[in-house]
């Protein structure tokens, strides 16, 4: 195995917090701490790690400081975010929440990675970026480890 992981928790994963793509950010931030997060996979990126900071009112930056000092395991992580946090209400929540579970990628996208995976572009095929990110996830994990 690589020194260096994909990062496997679903971004459609909530922890006791309720929020969705949270223990994914954790995860992503804690590799890059480590320097073991997979090549092409930001710590925090543009799309739901940006959201979930932006919907909790969480400084990226210090996500990433706090993690990469005190090498949080997830409870932890999600302990400080309790602390940090200037919008952590359940509707609050439940919007981010929707707004993750509703967001659909872009065509170039969606075709690309259902072509990697070889699934074809067609109505049954996913639409949704949690679970076109999931089959990414999986695709790149199988020629990183498995193949």
């Known amino acids: 195995m690589s020194d260096t992981y994909v ?4 971004s459609g994963v909530a922890g006791p917090l309720g929020v969705v793509h949270l223990p994914r950010l954790w995860q992503k931030v804690s ?19 940006a959201m979930t900071c932006a919907a909790l009112g969480l400084d990226e930056q210090a996500v990433k400081d706090y993690t990469k000092k005190n090498k949080p395991t997830y409870p932890e992580f999600e ?5 940090n946090a200037k919008s952590l209400t359940p509707q609050t929540i439940e919007k981010h929440n ?14 690309n990675v259902l072509s990697a995976c070889g699934i074809p572009d067609d109505p049954s095929a996913p ?9 990414d996830d ?3 994990f199988h020629q990183a480890v498995l193949k």
Do not use: C, Q
């Not at 990062?7 to 679903?10: F, L």
């Not at 590799?31 to 739901?48: D, Q």
């Not at 302990?79 to 602390?83: D, E, S």
């Open 98 to 111: 929707a707004a993750v579970r509703g967001y659909n990628h872009d065509d170039e996208t969606r075709k």
């Open 31 to 49: 590799l890059e701490a480590a320097s073991k997060l997979a090549s092409g996979y930001p710590a925090i990126g543009k799309g739901f790690d």
């Open 7 to 10: 990062p496997m928790i679903s």
């Open 127 to 135: 639409k949704d970026a949690v679970n076109l990110n999931n089959l």
């Open 138 to 140: 999986w695709y790149e």
């Open 79 to 83: 302990a400080w975010v309790k602390k």
